[in-house]
């Protein structure tokens, strides 16, 4: 089992930056790869960011590759989300997940699901 808490999320305006922190419990954490995704309402989670266990390979979505850096720190359990240069539309509730099933994009390949935090960026 493991268990995943975000934090991190806020308001900010258009062009600012946030990091969002996502601490996992559990001893296998280094076993994980380690993704955020967001969520709008009414809308389907859309994958954002990926972290093999192995620190590094990383994957992005078009949208944000650029803007956005994942990372990871496997001794303090705990995977990142700097945000850079933030747009209106990166408005979202943030999750963080954690697969064993070398998934990518598609949500369903996710063991653990944080709670969310929300983002929202002002114009």
């Known amino acids: 089992q493991v268990q995943l808490v975000e934090s991190g999320g806020g308001l900010v305006q258009a062009g600012g930056s946030l990091r969002l922190s996502c601490a996992a419990s559990?001893?296998?954490?280094?076993?994980?790869?380690m993704a955020w995704f967001r969520q709008n309402p009414g809308k389907e989670r859309e994958f954002v960011a990926l972290?093999?266990?192995?620190?590094?390979?990383?994957y992005y979505a078009d949208s944000v590759r650029g803007r956005f850096t994942i990372s990871r720190d496997n001794a303090k359990n705990t995977v990142y989300l700097q945000m850079n240069s933030l747009k209106p539309e990166d408005t979202a509730v943030y999750y963080c997940?954690?697969?064993?099933?070398?998934?990518?994009?598609?949500?369903?390949?996710?063991?653990?699901w944080g709670q969310g935090t929300q983002v929202t960026v002002s114009s």
């Open positions: 972290i093999r266990w192995n620190i590094h390979n990383t």
């Open positions: 559990g001893r296998t954490f280094g076993r994980y790869d």
């Open positions: 997940a954690a697969s064993t099933n070398r998934a990518v994009a598609d949500s369903s390949g996710y063991d653990y």
